[in-house]
């Protein structure tokens, strides 16, 4: 088995950067400077015209925590079902409860909705409690994929739970490393988890077009400008596609 490259994106111009790059598949969102947000039927519908890898869809309602109130459970189910029918590859969604377990009640639900197409546990994974325990419940309910960094900032910082996660899963619950992936670190990734599937942005900074720039008003969070633009780099995710094509 080769190892798996999977791209986040934002835009349509970073999701053609990517498969240019080599990316395997990518997972599509919006607001990635927050973290990502679902992403709306338009642009998921425009980067499928562009591109033939395909696209699991984060869906996420909000910034902040996982854990979400029937009105928003209410909507992922929706949005579940939109993107089913758009033909999405797969989704990508996380329910917690307050004391740092897996939500299973909510979380059944949304498996339910996905009608078996391959869905993801993003790093709400990496907010729980009990990791282990987590693992076997996603197992449980036929999550294909487990997105963590290690419950850590970077998956450097969290190769050591990693490597346990991917001998426990032993197959049967794809362990798809994020959080600070690029060509510089998976070599070691590699050889120390013996994961075969990761996940990175590949995102460089770009400057914004405009060349007005009105002074002392932000639109949003105030440490993060307007005027910078971030895209995933074409040439970062071929960096760390060659990487893995040599392994």
Known sequence: MGYILECCVDSVESAIAAKKGGADRIELCSALVIGGLSPSQALYQKIREQVDIPIRVL???RFGDFC?????????????????KLGADGIVIGAMKPDGT?????????MEEAKGMPVTLHRAFDMCKDPFVTLEEAKKLGIHTILTSGQKNTCVDGMELLKELVEKAQGGIEILIGGGVDA???PVLA?????????????????SQ??????????????VSEYEIWRTSEKRVREARNILDYL
């Open 59 to 61: 869906l996420r309602p």
């Open 68 to 84: 979400y109130t029937d009105f928003e459970q209410e909507i992922l189910k929706e949005e579940i079902r939109s993107f089913v």
């Open 102 to 110: 897996l939500h299973l009640e909510q979380m059944k639900e949304f």
């Open 184 to 186: 510089s670190v998976l």
């Open 191 to 207: 050889e120390k988890t013996k994961a075969k599937a990761y996940h990175m942005s590949g995102k460089i900074s770009m400057e």
């Open 210 to 223: 405009m060349r007005y720039r009105k002074q002392d008003v932000s639109m949003g969070i105030a440490s």
